[in-house]
């Protein structure tokens, strides 16, 4: 009948005979009796009106009808059986979104997160990291995490942990420069500046007594992310202010020398939800994760 598509099967036995050369071989790969597989191929060459092979001495041979559908319908066999095979792998899941900086998620969030998709397999988590977008709300995320005085009305608000900055500096240039009394005679050395208006090291400068026109006429190079500026400061470029976590491990490590007392940032870092999250919800259980993590901080 014009329009009929043969069987599966029937097309499943075809490829195997071919790719096997040997119609008995076919049928103990797809566990079915060789006169059942010479059945099915036997229907296909009548449905399409055309012989597929030929027998030369006792071996099989594609005709030239047999080689040409054999070239078209083995990748599209092998894609339907790919196709199926995912299809009965598949697990429905829930994909979360959570705002947050990239240097809080690469040094705080990413180290732990394994820990929670272990727990819970069907759930996934997308990260959010433009900074700007986030701290403008332009991010649509379940989940956020924002610096700030806890002040978001309208929102579920939990609070994680407080931050910290701290001036540091490679070994060589400690070595040479020394170490400093005060925030101001940060200026000794040459300056790494973050380039937010709201930076770490705006903020260490103005903690210094210097005000928003001293600060933007103070020398050295300016740079948009923290590991860039992390980045430099081990090079030995120059002194910069980042967050306590995000350099304790370099510390630790003697790849920087910290640089005075570390400095505490009014305010603190905040996860919010909507109000109505219900703790049992994907978004409620990992909002209590982050909770849990960051307080074993």
Known sequence: MRGQLPSTASLQCFVSAVELENVTKAAEHLCLTQSAVSRQIKQLEESLGQALFERVRQRLHLTPVGQRYYQQIAPLLQLLLQTTEEARQFRPGVQLVLGIEPALASHWLLPALAGFTDLHPETSIHLMTDIHKLYQCQLACDLSILFGQGDWPGMQVDYLMGDELVAVVSPRLFTERGAIDSREQLQRYPLLHHTSPESSTAYWWRHAGLNPQAIGR?????FETFPLLLQA???GMGATVLPWYFVADRIQAGE???????LPCQGGYYLLSDIDVIDQSPVGVF?????KLA???
């Not at 103070?218 to 300016?222: A, D, S």
């Open 256 to 262: 920087l020398q910290q640089l005075g007392e570390r």
């Open 233 to 235: 400061a081990v090079q």
């Open 295 to 297: 307080h074993k901080a």
């Open 218 to 222: 103070l020398p050295g190079q300016r």
């Open 287 to 291: 909002r209590q994760w982050l909770v």
